[in-house]
Structure formats: structure tokens, C-alpha cells
């Protein structure tokens, strides 16, 4: 069964940075591009960053410049890095491969 496991959220304030981490195996890293979703209350999901195989990236307009995602080649784990955090920010955050999705994990921005 595939998995993906995110971690690193919680609550931090304005300004402040979070490292979110999603790990999968190595089947599903190697061959699919990985992405980073978030969901605010009553909003929809929405894509926030998505990194190819090839490391090629792109992002949300909303999170440019202040977001980094990458990826780890030899732990299959991908990184969603995010400074100058906003309360906009705040949100359930899911990590993505193809069809199959994360859990998620709640960043909350407040002070």
C-alpha cells in the first residue's frame, strides 16, 4: 500500500519559518512528481508547490519567493521549506504523488 507521511507542522507566528517533510517509497518517489496541496477551512484544496522528477519546480503565486520545495533523492522525501509565514498561510497541508495523498498536517500561523 502506498504511503505517503508527512510531518513538520504546527503553530508559529507571523514572519516565522516551518520545514514540512513528506517521506514514500522509493516506487512511487522515483518515478512521480511530488506536489504540496493546502485546504484553509471552507476553502477548497489548492496547490501550493510541485517538484518533478528531473527536480524541475513550480509554484503558487501566493507562496512565491517565501516557499522552497526539494527533494532528498536518497530518502525519498520531498521538503516544502516556508518563511515569512503569513496567517493566509494557515491551513491542512498534504503532500501529493499522482492519485495518492498524505493525511496532512496542520500549519497554523498566528501570534
Known amino acids: 500500500q502506498v504511503q505517503l507521511v508527512e510531518s513538520g507542522g504546527g503553530l508559529v507566528q507571523p514572519g516565522g519559518s516551518l520545514r514540512l517533510s513528506c517521506a514514500t517509497s522509493?516506487?512511487?518517489?522515483?518515478?512521480?512528481?511530488m506536489g504540496w496541496y493546502r485546504q484553509a477551512p471552507g476553502k477548497q484544496r489548492e496547490l501550493v508547490a510541485v517538484?518533478?522528477?528531473?527536480?524541475?519546480?513550480h509554484y503558487a503565486d501566493a507562496v512565491k519567493g517565501r516557499f522552497t520545495i526539494s527533494r532528498d533523492n536518497a530518502k525519498s522525501t520531498v521538503h516544502l521549506q516556508m518563511n515569512s509565514l503569513k496567517p493566509e498561510d494557515t491551513a491542512v497541508y498534504y503532500c501529493?504523488?499522482?492519485?495518492?495523498w498524505g493525511e496532512g498536517t496542520q500549519v497554523t500561523v498566528s501570534s
Open positions: 522509493s516506487m512511487i518517489f522515483d518515478i512521480y512528481d
Open positions: 501529493n504523488a499522482r492519485n495518492f
Open positions: 517538484i518533478t522528477v528531473g527536480s524541475g519546480t
